[in-house]
């Protein structure tokens, strides 16, 4: 039964919960635009289903007026997954910290992205353990102190987005959670995406990370150190805009030239075309300071989705009498009578 | 098509038996597991009685010839009630040097040992181990032998067949069926038919086996057996009438949660990973699907649970399955599900422990970790199988449970009641109760901590549902709302109401039976799982003798009858038969500080009935 519901609004979703995030949290300003997407989507509430593991961010679905489920460290993909099997008619989002969904459950995530089972995968990226006081995280840059690695972490951190491509993502996009313009549309394409829609949002831990993402993310340095992508356009960036991007025959990879410089032209710059793994993978690993940080829909490209073809799969064998099927079935084969 | 060959009957002596044990022992590329199958539909077709144990090595294609690649598939049959795969066979069928060596140890003083005398040569023998060759030297004096060179008959037998050497060796296997069944005298129709049709594509192939199993029978009709060697006659059991099949454990247990999915009305998720011998409950299921049956192999243990927990929070029957080892990976999301109180089905299927053990071993040493096995006060039901069509009526009840209480029910098995089968009366799925779920749809004072007064039960709102949008999670929850709560009386409220929950299920099971001799006396053997078929034998045949005793078998491991405690306060003695260093004996002395004492054996393999004969003479004869 699909009644089209009145229109809702954020305050509908907004659940009676006081929200127990530090004050200054880029939680907070995540929660705002996933309430503010929420009415947007034309799904009845009732068929939203928020799942999480543990960590700050997997406090969310306790804000979210939809069902929800906060289940344990890590293993969201696989609770997501098994709710999809069991209705494949619900729209599931999943929230996860960096280190639930690409520490202790980086083997469920890597599988949700390969079986492409078609939930919104939200990695709330803060590159440190929040909940548990601050330790480092998969994603931490190497030589992070923190009180578990006081002379520095030794180990090199996980990009997020090319894991996220490696495990076969079929959707892959990069946002901020101070980027309120920014982080809904990329929300709304996440929803729109048929498949597992991988969502990394850079949020910044006002308590134990605290300005990690400045290079990138202050208003100061955003022009330079970020590229906004977009499908069909020129990769440009850059104060002036006259800063782009394209492949550099003599490497295989990305190079920045500007436009006007050294004859260069603008139709010398690479369109964004977010079907194309090869590029999505040049760009999701662009770090500053020699590249700018690749932001919006890097990759997009849909497959059949796990959950679809499984209950297909289940539905096309399903018989309407199931009682005389089951009789029937122990009956066959070799069978006597005493 | 090929048939089988009408021949000249010889009237062979027959010399009739109450029952028999047949072992069939070969190397792991020798059919064994094939051709006991289709010995045991034989007799089960002539109207025995029977139960089968495979054991087949952890090897899957193990080195040609050595000891460790040795399979074997043991029948036993009568014409009376038969509750075990049998302690000691009287016939024991060896393909090959190495299956020698590995079974004459357990043959019957006087036992008939079948060679195949043309895998005797020096290359086979030192592979074995042996250091002479066995069958020139008295090693087998004191069995009764049959010593054929079956290789070189099989390839006289197929020489016309058209099939190489290699192809035509491949049906020895069929012409010593052949050999069995004229020992036993079978019906060779039913294995034609079932090579015709396995063969339907390759009617060489089909034409060769049957002309192999032909021969062989053939060769009993007509060759002049040793002095000493007689067929027999097992006559038919007396079975109560109807409808049979054989099945193992493993398809009863799948046709058994089946059935709770249909009687419930609720679809079914299986989640499981692969593991030993676990894994060929996820093989059946997956065939399944016209029952609505989603099956879902996950990438690990841990997935596998959270995955049939999340179909259980969508309104599915959330089902994960494994062994011991497996389990321990579970016991995080199992105790989600406790908190989140949700139905959950872990069915484990036993084996050898600690750690990776013994695979293909049997043990049920997990009673612990299911009863205990987890962090804080955590209470599910448990639930143990005492056979292989016992495993149906079982995974019944865990659905039934699970749903009506909202709870995990673990579900015990193991390697032994899965793989072994027995026949069985086919049941009528619409002679079977229904056990109607109620979902709540009323938005009207709805919160998920909502809990029926009577079971205690939680209320099950599942998505989809308008205007019962609700959170669950692991942290502890408010016994009046549903939210998050740190209170302390709280806490204590809800940890008092979950063992509440589980306690008063005692209440909802049926009282503890006695399954033979009184319900009071000198002395009373306690056992559960698969050690019923031993303990029954064991108990049934002193009781012949004259001595009182009595066999209690319990299938509600947790919680436990309500007046189990009582039962067992009235007998003098009570012998705790175990395949693990006494785990149901701890739990009983501890929950009625009863005197019980412990039978354990934790050898890889069922107990013996005489081992058990032996404990109670021991304590009814002090």
Request: charged share 20%; net charge negative; proline share 6%.
């Amino acid at each position: 039964m699909n009644v089209v519901p009145e229109k809702l609004t954020a305050k509908d979703f907004t659940t009676d919960q006081e929200v127990r995030w530090c004050p200054g949290c880029g939680d907070y300003a995540i929660l705002k635009s996933v309430l503010g997407v929420l009415p947007e989507i034309n799904v009845p509430r009732e068929n939203i289903v928020f799942v999480s593991g543990i960590g700050c961010a997997a406090r969310f679905p306790y804000y979210v007026k939809t069902y929800g489920f906060h289940s344990i460290h890590g293993r969201a993909p696989a609770f997501a997954t098994g709710i999809k099997l069991a209705n494949p008619e619900l729209d599931v989002w999943v929230v996860a910290g960096d280190g639930d969904s690409l520490s202790i459950g980086g083997n469920h995530l890597l599988h949700l992205l390969r079986r492409n089972v078609d939930v919104q995968f939200l990695l709330f990226n803060n590159e440190i353990y929040g909940l548990t006081k601050g330790q480092n995280s998969p994603t931490s840059r190497k030589g992070t102190r923190t009180p578990s690695t006081p002379m520095g972490s030794l180990a090199s951190p996980v990009s997020a987005c090319v894991f996220a491509l490696g495990a076969g993502a079929r959707f892959v996009a990069r946002t901020v959670d101070t980027m309120q313009k920014h982080l809904p549309p990329v929300l709304m394409r996440a929803h729109d995406h048929t498949g597992t829609s991988f969502v990394e949002i850079i949020q910044n831990c006002i308590v134990y990370n605290d300005g990690v993402f400045d290079y990138f993310t202050d208003k100061s340095a955003a022009a330079e150190n970020q590229i906004h992508v977009e499908h069909g356009a020129p990769l440009l960036f850059g104060s002036d805009g006259n800063k782009g991007l394209r492949v550099d025959p003599t490497t295989l990879d990305l190079e920045v030239i500007v436009v006007g410089e050294n004859g260069v032209i603008e139709n010398d710059v690479l369109i964004h075309n977010e079907t194309n793994r090869t590029l999505a993978g040049l760009l999701s690993r662009m770090e500053p300071p020699d590249f700018p940080k690749a932001m919006g829909v890097i990759y997009c490209d849909p497959a059949p989705t796990y959950d679809t073809e499984l209950h297909a799969r289940v539905s096309a064998a399903r018989v309407d009498d199931m009682e005389a099927t089951f009789n029937d079935r122990l009956r066959k084969g070799h069978t006597w009578t005493v | 098509m090929s048939t089988a060959l009408e021949l000249e009957r010889v009237d062979t002596p027959r010399e009739e038996r109450e029952s028999v044990v047949v072992r069939f022992a070969g190397d792991s590329g020798d059919g064994m597991q094939l051709t006991g199958g289709q010995f045991t539909l034989a007799t089960a077709l002539a109207g025995n009685d029977l139960a089968t144990f495979p054991d087949f090595p952890a090897e899957i294609r193990a080195p040609i010839g050595t000891t460790y690649g040795v399979s074997a598939f043991q029948i036993n049959f009568g014409g009376r009630t038969i509750k075990t795969a049998g302690d000691a066979p009287d016939v024991l069928v060896a393909m090959n040097p190495a299956a020698l060596k590995v079974n004459i140890g357990d043959l019957r003083e006087g036992g008939l040992v079948v060679v195949d005398s043309g895998t005797f040569n020096e290359r086979n023998l030192i592979k074995a181990g042996f250091a002479g060759n066995p069958l020139e030297d008295s090693s087998l004096d004191p069995f009764r032998k049959i010593e054929i060179d079956i290789s070189k008959l099989t390839l006289q037998a197929l020489k016309e067949s058209g099939l190489n050497k290699k192809e035509s060796l491949r049906c020895k296997n069929l012409w010593t069926l052949g050999l069995v069944y004229w020992l036993f005298g079978r019906d060779r129709q039913a294995t034609v038919d079932w090579l015709n049709e396995k063969f339907a594509k390759r009617q060489d192939l089909a034409d060769a086996n049957i002309a192999a199993l032909n021969a062989g029978h053939a060769f009993g009709e007509t060759a002049e057996m040793p002095d000493g060697i007689t067929a027999y006659i097992v006559p038919p059991a007396d079975i109560a009438p109807g409808h049979y099949r054989n099945i193992t454990g493993f398809e009863a247990m799948a046709w058994g949660l089946a059935a709770g999915s249909i009687l419930s009305k609720r679809p079914l998720m299986f989640a499981s990973y692969p593991i030993t011998p676990a894994s060929t409950l996820l093989h059946v299921l997956a065939t399944m699907k016209e029952f609505g049956i989603t099956t879902f192999q996950a990438e690990d243990e841990i997935a596998a649970v959270c995955a049939a927990i999340g179909a259980s929070f969508a309104g599915s029957i959330g089902i994960t399955s494994s062994s011991g080892p497996g389990v321990a990976l579970k016991g995080e999301g199992i105790g989600l599900a406790i908190t989140t109180e949700l139905p959950l089905i872990i069915v484990n299927s036993q084996r050898a422990g600690p750690s990776t053990g013994m695979p293909t071993k049997t043990e049920q040493s997990d009673l612990y970790q299911s009863v205990y096995g987890r962090n804080a006060d955590a209470p599910l039901v448990v639930l143990s199988s005492r056979s292989p069509s016992d495993c149906f009526e079982v995974a019944i009840e865990a659905v039934r449970l699970a749903l009506k209480y909202m709870t995990p029910v673990i579900l015990l098995t193991d390697g032994y009641i899965a793989n072994a089968a027995e026949p069985w009366q086919i049941p009528d799925i619409d002679t079977l109760a229904p056990m109607p779920v109620e979902l709540r749809t009323d938005p009207e004072g709805f919160h998920p901590s909502l809990r029926d007064a009577e079971t205690l039960a939680r209320t099950w709102a599942i998505p989809g549902t308008p205007g019962l949008e609700h959170r669950i999670g692991g942290i502890e929850k408010d016994y009046n709302s549903g939210h998050i709560s740190y209170d302390p009386e709280n806490h204590q409220l809800m940890t008092d109401t979950r063992a509440g929950k589980i306690n008063g299920i005692a209440n909802d099971i049926p009282a503890q039976s006695v399954e033979a001799g009184p319900d009071e006396g000198p002395l009373a053997v306690v056992g559960w799982g698969s050690t019923y078929g031993p303990i029954s034998r064991a108990v049934n045949n002193l009781r012949d003798e004259g001595i009182n005793v009595s066999h209690i078998h319990i299938r509600h491991i947790w919680p436990l009858p309500s007046n189990l405690g009582d039962l067992l306060g009235r007998f003098d003695k009570v012998l705790v038969p175990e395949m693990n260093n006494g785990q149901l004996l701890t739990v009983l002395r501890s929950e009625y500080l009863v005197p019980a004492e412990g039978l354990n054996k934790v050898s890889g393999q069922p107990f013996k009935i005489g081992e058990i004969e032996q404990a109670i003479r021991e304590r009814v004869e002090n």
